[in-house]
């Protein structure tokens, strides 16, 4: 005749409990998986955040007057730098926008200002690879 009542209940009661516990098994191995990454992407956060420019600017910005425009020139301290913007008189005068200019040490950018086109220079920003970096000037 076949199992008594009661061995069938319990053998539906264990095959239920094994599901439930691979079920279980399978969860906690997907929230342990979920945590690793937001732990490894929190870590990238921070390395990204942690990262401060160099307290000496990567370049140095002469500005001369000669022959009615300014002349800039920026040269690199570094040996690999990109300037990749530039803003003048925070941006009231225009700016020079997508440079993409390549430096070595020692390497130099120059371009003119003519003063029809900003009278006043005060201050320059340069924008590159390695952050911005802000140049003033008293007038004269």
């Known amino acids: 005749m076949g199992l008594p009542w009661f061995c069938l209940d319990v053998k539906v009661i264990t095959q239920k409990k094994i599901k439930e516990k691979i079920k279980e098994n399978i969860i906690k191995k997907k929230i342990k998986e979920e945590t690793r990454k937001k732990e490894e992407i929190k870590e990238k956060i921070k390395e990204a955040f942690d990262e401060k420019p160099p307290k000496k600017p990567p370049i140095d910005l002469r ?3 000669r022959y009615n425009p300014y002349w800039i ?5 570094v040996d690999h730098i990109t300037i990749v913007g530039i803003k003048i008189n925070r941006g009231n005068c225009g700016g020079i926008s997508r440079i993409d200019r390549k430096l070595g040490f020692g390497n130099s ?5 003519l003063p029809s086109f900003c009278q006043h220079v005060q201050e320059i920003s340069v924008k590159t690879d390695k952050g911005t970096w802000n140049f003033t000037f008293a007038r004269k």
């Open 63 to 65: 500005m001369a007057f």
């Open 109 to 113: 950018y120059e371009f003119r200002i």
């Open 73 to 77: 020139s920026i040269a690199s301290n």
